[in-house]
T-cell receptor
């Protein structure tokens, strides 16, 4: 049973560029959440997707957007990248009515 | 504003020692508290504590929740080098889906 998978594992971009990160949830899970983890900090909630809709959003600008597909996989898009967007981006999945979120290995984004 | 504070920020112990990690929170309408272990990248789930489950144990790890004093502790007995990791505490509010994380405690266990 595959756990949460994310791609790519690493990414280097320059300021102003756009990036798309991908996540496949754990088998049987239908909800996907995205978090940003800066070095030495705890993860910060970006948003959560359920039934292909953004269900809740954290304090992130509109440059951060997402999508969930019918197979429950999800994408995180970040436009107009800033140096401060450099971080580990974690995807977490969960099942309806179950609170525990299971995390993927993350995508480490470096913005130069 | 919701706040989750973990202490200490870092800790170095020797194999066989017992450690206690702390997590205090100020969150409106608390629903649950979760502990994760993060070794390289992916945080792995350890425990979830709620009003109906304020004490959990798994092997050498145990955790309790004090809803009155608004804190939780994670105990690790007979530590091993494999316990070296960052331990994250997260709190969930009722009616929301997001986890509010603390900054974590970095534990290093020396052989």
């Amino acid at each position: 049973d595959a756990g949460v998978t994310q791609s790519p594992t690493h990414l280097i971009k320059t300021r102003g560029q756009q990036v798309t990160l991908r996540c496949s949830p754990k088998s049987g899970h239908d909800t996907v959440s995205w978090y940003q983890q800066a070095l030495g900090q705890g993860p910060q909630f970006i948003f959560q997707y359920y039934e292909e809709e953004e269900r809740q959003r954290g304090n992130f600008p509109d440059r951060f957007s997402g999508h969930q597909f019918p197979n429950y996989s999800s994408e995180l898009n970040v436009n107009a990248l800033l140096l401060g967007d450099s971080a580990l981006y974690l995807c977490a999945s969960s099942a309806t009515r179950q609170e525990t979120q299971y995390f993927g290995p993350g995508t480490r984004l470096l913005v130069l | 504003e919701d706040k989750v504070v973990q202490s200490p920020l870092s800790l170095v112990v020797h194999e066989g020692d017992t450690v206690t990690l702390n997590c205090s929170y100020e969150v409106t309408n608390f629903r649950s508290l979760l502990w994760y272990k993060q070794e390289k990248k992916a945080p792995t789930f350890l425990f979830m504590l709620t009003s109906s489950g304020i004490e959990k144990k798994s092997g050498r790890l145990s955790s309790i929740l004090d809803k009155k004093e608004l804190f939780s502790i994670l105990n690790i007995t007979a530590t091993q080098t494999g316990d070296s990791a960052v331990y994250l505490c997260a709190v969930v509010r009722s009616g929301t889906y997001k986890y509010i994380f603390g900054t974590g405690t970095r534990l290093k266990v020396l052989a």
